[in-house]
């Protein structure tokens, strides 16, 4: 079939290129199917030479010469119909039919044999097959459709997928081009200081023209950081210090020197500052040694000198006054004539003869430093008591009269104004005013106890050469109330009232402070107006009668009434052995105030330069007066520091007191 079918397109071929030659083309078209029938029979019968068949994949090679017009394959016949009925005609027949299916076996593509060998001619002669062309365009798109071999360009810069297909790459190219100029460093300073055991410890730096404050990490070391310019050089110190700040006890001096680099350590040994070159009260002892040591940077230890004065404690009246108090300071070789006292590094007293000092140059809401020093009489200075004051917010001036209720022992309760005066003006004369305005005069308005109605009408009032003594009222708690002092006669006078926790009693501490050069003279006046009015009597003395006489230390008074109306009062004006006199009068002298009935007492003092005395009057309340004898007899004796008639004051306070023996 595939003979036939090959021999048909052969002689179609051959008629295509020599249409004219018909014949001849029959005549080879027959001679290739003679032959291949003879090739499928075994023999030939027109005598060809047998050839063995083909098998599928074997291709048929055939020789067919085409002639140019002239010379025939065979010779022509003498006769044109001789050739057409000779022998090989008959097969004709069965050629033409196998041209009818070459259109079916033309799809499977079964020529691809014949085309496969690319056997002489043939090639050639095919190449208008329609079909060949589709089978051959694979060939053609292997270079587009192979994209992978696209990528081989990337070494090939024209290449544009390269650069976006190699994302990580880009990072690559901004870290090194672009670096940033480095401006600044940051310092880091690791800081280890000399042993020290403080509460009060402080390191700083300067760096530049910066100042810093280092922080504490653990045990000596200290860290701190800061800014400076790249590639630099900048002076550095750091100071070591104890109180906060107020004494060095070490530096250390250096360069720092910044590379191009955004942070560097910088690290100071300590060994490495100097402690010595500090020594404050130059005793070649530097301030770090004698603060290891416990002796005071700031003064020479010097053999012989004086204690510090022990006991440093002060009253704050107002936010423009405070007073300071201490006790003696000692002298194992010598004897103390006097103290220093300095405020904020001034002194303001040059061996000051008094346990106390009155300042009533203060302003309020300000912090103060008082450093106060004993002075023996060699001249020798004894080191700092020191004591920190911040004076509290001042009280109106103006206005009303300011009043405190104080409760005692007793439930006893005092009440106390700084706006009672008299008419006189001068003395315990005239009538009783409870409305003088505020700071005009201070004393005891009213008193009462739970069961018994009030006593006092106008109480405790005092003058000092013929001066009322007032003072606005600065500060109040449940006990105590403390009034500004007031100037009179050249003296700083100040008042301050307590109810005794324990007892039904009222103290009054008076104290006159003379800040002048000079000892200063004065006659106090004091007065006390009971309110028990016309029945008001004397009922017994510390000399055991009723007639009240200057030797007479405390009196009690009462009603007609025992035990019941008004309480019974004791007035205490000063102690056994007391180092003064008072002169004392009764009944009528005292103002007017419902009635005059009370009592006065004169004392005259003089104040000597640069210090300050002070009078403690007692007032109680009973309700019989057998409670009264009771109570008086507590005074018979001078409280001491340990008796809670004394509660609240120091030492030095009580030896201020001259109507006392302290």
Known sequence: MKVQLLAQLVSERISELAPDKTRTTSLLAMSLLLTACGSSGGDSSNGASATTQPS????????????????????????????????????????????????????????????DPPAEPVTPVDPPAEPVTPADPPAEPVTPADPPAEPVTPADPPAEPVTPADPPAQPVAPVEPPAPVITSTLVTFDITVPVHVSDELQLDVFSGDNELQAAWVVDETWTVTDTLPANSVSELRVVFYDHFGSTTLATYDSTVETAEREAQDFTVNADEFDSTIWDNDGDEISNLDELIAGTDPDFAELVGAPNEPPGLTSVQYS?????????????????????DIFRDDEQITDRLDALSFYDGSVQPETDYTYDIYSVDNDGLRS?????????????????????????????????????????????????????????????????????????????SLMWVNGVQVGGFLRSATASTSNFASVPIANLQVHTEFHAISSLPVLRNLTSFTNDTSEDIF?????????????????????????????????????????????????????????????????????????????????????????????????????????????????????????????????????????????
């Not at 016949?77 to 039919?97: G, I, L």
């Not at 008591?385 to 911040?390: G, K, P, V």
């Open 383 to 459: 080191r700092a008591a020191t004591l920190l004051i911040t004076t509290p917010e001042d009280t109106p001036v103006n206005g009303p009269a300011n009043a405190a209720s104080l409760t005692g022992g007793g439930s006893a309760s005092w009440f106390i104004s700084d706006g009672l005066t008299t008419t006189s003006g001068t003395g315990p004369s005239g009538s009783c005013s409870y409305s003088g305005g505020a700071g005009s005069g201070v004393g005891i308005s009213d008193s009462r106890l739970p069961n018994n109605g009030d006593a006092f009408d106008l109480g």
């Open 522 to 662: 004065v006659v106090i006046n004091w007065a006390s107006n009971f309110g028990a009015d016309s029945g008001n009597r004397i009922i017994t003395t510390s000399s055991g009668d009723n007639t009240f006489a200057a030797n007479d230390r405390w009196a009690i008074t009462d009603d007609a009434s025992d035990g019941s109306r008004d309480p019974a009062n004791t007035t205490v004006f000063y102690g056994p052995d007391s180092p003064v006199s008072m002169s004392v009068f009764t009944n009528t002298s005292v103002f007017n105030c419902h009635g005059s009935e009370g009592l006065t007492a004169r004392i005259d003092v003089t104040i000597p330069a640069g210090e300050t005395r002070a009078l403690m009057l007692f007032h109680g309340m009973s309700v019989t007066q057998d409670n009264a004898r009771s109570l008086a007899s507590m005074f018979d004796d001078t409280p001491t520091l340990a008796s809670p008639l004394t509660e609240g004051l120091t030492e030095a306070q009580l030896l201020n007191v001259i109507n006392w023996s302290y």
């Open 319 to 339: 936010g423009f006054d405070l007073e300071l108090f201490w006790s003696r300071g000692t002298d194992d070789d010598g004897v103390v004539i006097g103290y």
């Open 56 to 115: 599928d994949n074997e291709s048929i090679t055939i020789g067919i010469p085409i002639e140019n017009d002239t010379t025939p394959s065979t010779p022509p016949s003498s006769s044109d119909d001789d050739s057409v009925t000779t022998p090989p005609a008959e097969p004709v027949t069965p050629v033409d039919p196998p041209a009818e299916p070459v259109t079916p076996v033309d799809p499977p593509a079964e020529p691809v044999t014949p085309v």
